[in-house]
């Protein structure tokens, strides 16, 4: 059997962010891209029950940056078996949730795995997360904000977490579809040597896809948040900024 | 065998002995007897000198010279010779924290008389850690996850790079702009080109390169990380990735010698560079306005009231052989008093930072009396000096942070030899150049 | 067809969660000009009671056993069912880890659209535009939303929850259960609360917060210093309880908790849009952060860009000396 881990490569949110004149999308030639942060903890979380199970792990992914490879060489190297690639006219386009779990569904129905994990959410996921999305469309059981997962005969039990520390536990039947929140470990350091054997020595599948009509999430336009309501600065040095702060603190009776 | 041994226990003596007519029969004569040594398995020692680059791991033959000389055993309890002893004694160096303490600053070698080379066995042990899957220090994950991704170990955006040079004052070309071949091109390097105060000291050195006349330029943010501490960090693989790819972007320009700002840097292009094709005249910025000097002497116009000491870089010193340099041009700046800390040239302390130490400053910190930043900050202190100099980018915040928490804050300054020089040419004033 | 506006209500073991009455508070104010109504659909076993205190137009209360604690699956049958039947123009669902779990789920089966992560939705020319934060808050997406079948999630603490002024509700509607709910793939198996030995966080009226900026669980000690010289407790975004370095008692933001202390002295914390949910309506946030864009300085009244560790060693020689 196997877990299929969707990755997805998103605008790293690091750099400057610029919005095309189009107003509708961001400057996709200034922009660099990363996998979804919580993507690397689906990996890690399906490497982990690979480590307890034995159960294969086969990566997936919508190839819409042209640099896709480099994200699943990567998860080859860290201990996946398999990368599929979905490629198609999607380079260069930002996909909506609906459109990618589209593409997606009869991908993974293909591989029929016990498990899919993919992020809790994206940061360019304007139209709802992934998981819910396709486990809506493949009619699996779904559940988000997973921080723990434990493979059982026909079903996998997941820990969700909520909010002030409380943690709901679910047993879903399998094949469910999970969006994870954080791995139980950090995820795991690949060093950049065993990434180029594994590109050396690995093949990506690619699955040819037909380009959704309406693709792009609906919006009428991108804009930054306004400066108003920033806070007021304070400068000079770590003294002089200590000495304004404990006079802020004292005019309110908290110093 | 000898009919007359006898084995007692797991030793062998000599019913009847007399030596020049001393009678040392029975168990007298047990120590003169050879010995099977079995306390220890070798194994792992082989095992560690098994790995490429580690070899000189199995010559050590435990004399000890290594051991006061290591500036992390003078903070804990650590040194090369242990490192043998511990894997004689079932402890893996694979497995063991002493893998992540070693800072290569390459003192042990200085003394070793069997040339056990710690600057190649601990990248070599490091990197079969990181391929084997151990978990590594999340600090240097982290540092290691940067570099790969921005190509600088801060994680900080490429395209600020070249961020400082608005605030410098003077005409900082970078060659993707200007299109023309230089003279010098300047290696920044990280963190002068990120962290405030290195960045301060890139301010103070591009002026000091303007005043001179000098024809350089940057890269700016097609430069990468040269990668030296990754690579003794144990992360070959990275490091070849980037000197491959700074050899690529390297090759696209015209210019005669690179200057660099970082020893570290220093030490990539001389030793592993050329090894990936690129092979380059590379000066350190000490040893470059050191020739300088001639013409750097009559800009020396303002006195220096400051009472000195320096601290040799281990990648500009005893890993790239530069002592006098630096303390030329500390020589000649007007009117300041230079005093040399006890250790000091070839037998140098390290600031901690070297060998992947300066991603793994709480790893070490909690494994150690005191930082070995700070320990040198208390012998510059103990010198008197009220101004610890520096020339590599690594110290400045170690120096600095190690002046707060050994609570030197405010008599002991921690300053680049390039703001030295800038301020005796009246190019910046006291106080850095930015802030 | 603007007839109706459904609110998915949010309750965990009898207990209406802040967002509810956030998003009937939102219901009311769009319902109003349009002639609208508000339902709201309360989703339990047990929990009349409660049904009785949301200030909607009309409380649909649907009580069953697999809906006794959250279980994502019948949460969305029960949504889906009542959504058809009463076919609304516009579904509100709260943005948090139950929320999640449901309008995408809804939508995608509704054939509907969806807009997740909104902050705002205002009325622009005519028409009605719901504003979503992506890209860890640094962007804004303004979205248009018709009158013809909408889902929108929306962000914790975005709206007041003044706005839905308690009223008893009109009336309460009970609703059977769809069929579905009792052949359900998932099951719900229990709720563990964090150790009570903690500190409280909810109950600081000063709290330190440290982020990623504190690079290393060491440096969590001169926190522990500083919170004790004010008097403060010490709290965490997200990554450092992740890293096991705090207790998950310790985590402010959506999947954290919510906090409104007299001062929030945000450390090394950049200010994703999950952290802000959680503190921004503490009454003096002070933020230091090297990151002068950083999201925090929006939410701050005081901000210093500088070395987080400069500030917080010299603020400690101030009040240990």
């Known amino acids: ?255 | 065998m000898d009919s007359s041994l006898r084995k007692v226990q797991d030793v062998w003596e000599q019913d009847t002995a007399i030596v020049e007519g001393v009678d040392i029969s029975g168990p007298w004569n047990r120590m003169f007897g050879q010995r099977v040594i079995w306390n220890y398995t070798p194994e792992l020692i082989d095992e560690i000198a098994s790995f490429p680059g580690a070899e000189s791991f199995a010559w050590c033959y435990q004399c000890g010279k290594c051991v006061p000389v290591c500036p992390v055993d003078v903070v804990g309890d650590y040194g090369p010779r242990k490192l043998y002893r511990k894997a004689q004694t079932g402890i893996s160096l694979l497995d063991s924290p002493d893998l992540w303490l070693c800072t290569t600053c390459m003192n042990c070698l200085r003394v070793c008389p069997k040339q056990v080379d710690m600057v190649q066995i601990m990248p070599a042990v490091r990197e079969q850690a990181l391929l084997s899957g151990r978990p590594l220090p999340a600090e240097l994950q982290e540092a290691l996850e940067n570099t790969a991704r921005y190509g600088n170990p801060l994680g900080q955006p490429p395209r600020k790079r070249e961020a400082w040079v608005k605030d410098a004052g003077v005409p900082v070309p970078i060659l993707h702009q200007i299109q023309r071949p230089v003279e010098w091109l300047w290696w920044v390097e990280c963190y002068p080109s990120y962290h405030p105060r290195g960045i301060d000291a890139s301010i103070a050195l591009a002026r000091i390169f303007h005043a001179l006349g000098l024809d350089f330029g940057i890269l700016g943010r097609e430069e990468k990380c040269a990668g030296d501490s990754q690579r003794l960090a144990g992360e070959r693989g990275l490091f070849e990735m980037l000197a491959e790819e700074n050899i690529r972007t390297l090759s696209k320009y015209e210019f005669r010698h690179i200057v660099v700002t970082d020893p570290h840097a220093l030490n990539a292009f001389r030793k592993q560079y050329p090894k990936y094709g690129g092979q380059y005249d590379v000066w350190h910025y000490t040893t470059l306005l050191a020739r300088e000097l001639p013409r750097l002497h009559p800009l020396l116009t303002r006195q220096l009231p400051y009472r000195l000491t320096f601290h040799d870089p281990c990648y500009l010193g005893r890993h790239n052989g530069e002592y006098d340099a630096p303390r030329q041009l500390i020589e000649a700046l007007p009117g300041v008093e230079f005093t040399e800390m006890p250790r000091c040239r070839q037998n140098s302390y390290c600031c901690g930072g070297g060998g992947g130490g300066m991603w793994l400053d709480s790893f070490a910190a909690g494994r150690q009396r005191r930082r070995l930043s700070e320990e040198r900050v208390l012998e510059a202190v103990a010198t008197g000096a009220d101004t610890l100099v520096i020339c590599c980018p690594y110290e400045v915040s170690r120096f600095e942070d190690a002046v707060k928490s050994t609570g030197y804050e405010g008599r002991l300054r921690v300053r680049d030899i390039a703001e030295l020089l800038a301020e005796a040419m009246g190019l910046i004033g006291e106080e850095p150049a930015k802030a | 067809m603007a007839e109706r506006i459904l609110v998915l209500a949010e309750q965990l073991e009898g207990q209406l969660t802040d967002v509810t009455l956030e998003l009937i508070g939102v219901a009311r104010r769009l319902a109003a000009p349009r002639g609208s109504t508000v339902d709201a659909l309360v989703l339990g076993e047990g929990v009349s009671a409660l049904a009785a205190t949301v200030p909607a137009d009309r409380t649909l209360l649907m009580e069953h056993p697999a809906l006794r604690l959250f279980n994502p699956e019948a949460a969305q049958r029960a949504l889906e069912a009542v959504a058809r039947e009463t076919s609304p123009w516009l579904v509100l669902v709260p943005n948090t880890s139950l929320g999640m779990d449901v309008a995408a789920a809804v939508a995608t089966r509704l054939g509907w659209p969806l807009v997740a992560y909104c902050q705002a939705i205002e009325e622009r020319d005519g028409q009605l535009v719901a504003t979503s934060q992506l890209f860890g808050g640094k962007i804004l997406a303004d979205c248009p939303v018709g009158t013809d079948h909408a889902v929108i999630s929306v962000l914790a603490g975005a709206f007041s929850s003044e706005a839905a002024a308690p009223e008893p509700p009109a009336r309460i509607e009970r609703l059977a259960p769809p069929a579905e709910l009792d052949g359900l793939r998932v099951r719900a198996v229990g709720l563990e609360r964090p150790e009570a030995a903690d500190v409280d966080i909810t109950r600081a009226e000063k709290i330190v917060a440290v982020g990623r900026g504190i690079e290393s669980k060491e440096n969590l000690e001169l926190a522990e210093e500083l919170a004790e010289g004010l008097g403060a407790v010490v709290a965490a975004s997200r990554p450092l309880v992740d890293a096991g370095w705090l207790p998950r008692s310790r985590q402010v933001g959506k999947s954290g908790l919510k906090v409104k202390p007299r001062l929030y002295l945000a450390l090394g914390i950049s200010g994703a849009p999950e952290h802000l949910e959680g503190m921004r309506d503490a009454e003096l946030i002070i933020a230091v952060n090297t990151d002068p864009k950083a999201p925090i300085f929006d939410v701050a009244h005081y901000g210093v860009v500088a070395d987080l560790f400069e500030v917080a060693e010299a603020l400690q020689e101030r009040l240990g000396g």
Do not use: C
């Not at chain 1, 589209?102 to 293909?110: D, H, K, Q, T, Y």
């Open chain 1, 1 to 255: 059997m196997t877990l299929a881990v969707i990755l997805k490569q998103v605008p790293d949110v690091v750099e400057e962010l610029a919005i095309d004149p189009s107003g509708t999308d961001l400057d996709r030639d200034s922009v660099s891209y990363v996998v979804n942060e919580f993507d690397e903890h689906a990996l890690e979380e399906a490497l982990l029950l690979r480590e307890a199970t034995g159960e294969d792990v086969v990566v997936v992914g919508v190839d819409t940056t042209g640099e896709l490879d480099q994200a699943l060489y990567t998860a080859l190297a860290k201990g996946a078996q398999r990368a599929v690639k979905l490629v198609g006219d999607v380079e260069g386009s930002w996909l909506s949730t609906r459109a990618l779990a589209g593409l997606l569904a009869p991908v993974i129905r293909e591989l029929s795995p016990r498990l899919v994990l993919t992020g809790v959410q994206a940061p360019d996921d304007l139209d709802g997360q992934l998981a819910p999305t396709l486990g809506a469309l493949l009619d699996w059981p779904h559940t988000g904000v997973v921080v723990g997962t434990e493979l059982a005969d026909g079903l996998v039990r997941v820990r969700k977490e909520l909010w002030g520390g409380i943690m709901l536990d679910l047993e879903l039947a399998t094949p469910a579809v999970l969006g994870i929140q954080a791995a139980r470990a950090t995820p795991r350091y690949v060093p950049v040597g065993r990434v180029r054997q594994a590109m050396r020595e690995s093949t990506i599948e690619e699955v040819e896809v037909e380009t959704p009509v309406e693709s792009a999430p609906k919006l009428s336009r991108l804009r930054a948040p306004e400066a108003a309501g920033r806070a007021e600065m304070l400068t000079g040095s770590p003294s002089d900024v200590v000495e304004r702060i404990l006079e802020i603190l004292r005019a309110r009776g908290l110093y």
